[in-house]
Each structure stands twice: as structure tokens, then as C-alpha cells.
């Protein structure tokens, strides 16, 4: 089966602009994710979806941050304006509904260099 | 919030020799979950563990869950130069409406010296 798909792979950009990550989960996972994964860190959540409702965004900057998952399948995230600290890997995640635990398959993610 | 850490942040070892990772959460879980991320790569999920005191093997790796579930270990037995990366455990929020959510530690990164 398919995996998570990203894109782009890397971004490099100014900082105060806007860029936009884009996902493909697992075909029928209802639940999707976007992770902030800082250099040494482990992965943070910045949001979760299920289907195309959001769950969690307590951790999502949202003066600057967005996502959307329309129709329930892709999602995209966006930054607008960038900033230096923006600097991570976004990680994008998605699982089958269904008893909690159920593991998360990783997209390979998007590197992002805020210069 | 749920806090979820690790110990060593760091471990080199001689290919041949044995690594333990250690977790430790804040809270209570209902399970936890392990996952492998390798060099330039995205995490990979291992194993979950979710009854009290319960141990998984995998091979040379073995998992253990802490009889209150609020810790957790990784074992590799002789560790090989592909066993290289940085090793996370991630248990998940109780309840509430963040189904399926995620807490994961700062991870473990094992260099394998051949």
C-alpha cells in the first residue's frame, strides 16, 4: 500500500514569507496529523484532523499558522509570515480509526530553512 | 501537560555491545508506543505496549512496560551499525477530545561504532 506522501521535500525561504506544505494521507485514514519536528527534538503536534473536522490545535500558532484538510483526504499547512524559529522538519502523519494506540505512518516530511 | 522523557540523549556503543533507552511519562498511560527514526529519515513505528509489566521481544529488541505504565525501556542486544538512529517513545493523551494524540519524548540517538 501507499505510503504518506509530502511535498514539497525541501523549501528554503526568507523569513515574513508564506509557504505551504502539502499531504496525502493512507488512503482510509480518517485521522491525520501535522508534527513540527525541531532539530534534536521529537516530534511536536501542531494539529490533528479527523476527517476534515479539526481535534486538536492547541499547539498551533495561529497568528501565523493554518491548515485545512478539505474533503478529508489531503490537508495542507501553511506559515504566513515565516519566522527564523520556523526552522524544522513538518511531518505529516495519518492513522486508521479505531482503538486508541493505533500506530501513526509517517510521511517523510518537508524541510524547511527560514533564512 | 503531559510530559513525556528520555534517557541517555545520547548513546555511542561498539557494534556488539548493549543499549537500553529509558521513558518516563508524567502521567499514566494507557499505552505507549515506540518508534525508530533513522538519519534523514521519519519516524517509524516499532512496537506498542499497553498491559502493565508487559514485555515485548522483536528479534534483539525488547520492550518493557512499567508495572505503574508510567515508564518504559528499549533493549538491543548487540547492537549492529544498522540499528543507528535516534529512538522515541510516545504515549498518548488521556481522554478528553485528542483521540489518538501523541505526546513523544526528545528521543535517544544511538551511534553504532563498527
Known amino acids: 500500500e501507499a505510503g504518506v506522501a509530502q511535498s514539497p521535500r525541501y523549501k528554503i525561504i526568507e523569513k515574513r514569507q508564506s509557504v505551504a506544505f502539502w499531504c496525502n494521507p493512507i488512503?482510509?485514514?480518517?485521522?491525520l496529523y501535522w508534527y513540527q519536528q525541531i532539530l534534536g527534538q521529537g516530534p511536536k503536534l501542531l494539529i490533528q484532523?479527523?476527517?476534515?473536522?479539526?481535534?486538536?490545535d492547541s499547539q498551533l500558532p495561529k497568528d501565523r499558522f493554518s491548515a485545512e484538510r478539505l474533503k478529508g483526504v489531503d490537508s495542507t499547512l501553511k506559515i504566513q509570515p515565516a519566522k527564523l524559529e520556523d526552522s524544522a522538519v513538518y511531518l505529516c502523519?495519518?492513522?486508521?480509526?479505531?482503538?486508541?494506540?493505533?500506530?501513526?505512518?509517517f510521511g517523510p516530511g518537508t524541510r524547511l530553512t527560514v533564512l | 501537560g503531559q510530559q513525556v522523557m528520555q534517557i541517555p540523549q545520547y548513546q555511542h556503543v561498539q557494534e556488539g555491545e548493549d543499549f537500553t533507552t529509558y521513558c518516563n511519562s508524567s502521567?499514566?498511560?494507557?499505552?505507549i508506543q515506540w518508534y525508530k527514526q533513522r538519519p534523514g529519515g521519519h519516524p517509524v513505528f516499532l512496537i506498542q505496549?499497553?498491559?502493565?509489566?508487559e514485555v515485548k521481544k522483536q528479534k534483539r529488541l525488547t520492550f518493557q512496560f512499567g508495572e505503574a505504565k508510567k515508564n518504559s525501556s528499549l533493549h538491543i542486544t548487540a547492537t549492529q551499525t544498522t540499528d543507528v538512529g535516534t529512538y522515541f517513545c510516545?504515549?498518548?493523551?488521556?481522554?478528553?477530545?485528542?483521540?489518538?494524540?501523541?505526546?513523544f519524548g526528545q528521543g535517544t540517538i544511538l551511534t553504532v561504532h563498527p
Open positions: 502523519a495519518s492513522r486508521f480509526p479505531g482503538l486508541a494506540g493505533y500506530e501513526q505512518f
Open positions: 488512503s482510509g485514514h480518517a485521522t
Open positions: 484532523f479527523q476527517n476534515n473536522g479539526v481535534v486538536d
Open positions: 502521567t499514566t498511560l494507557s499505552n
Open positions: 505496549l499497553v498491559k502493565s509489566g
Open positions: 510516545a504515549g498518548p493523551n488521556a481522554g478528553g477530545t485528542s483521540y489518538g494524540k501523541l505526546t
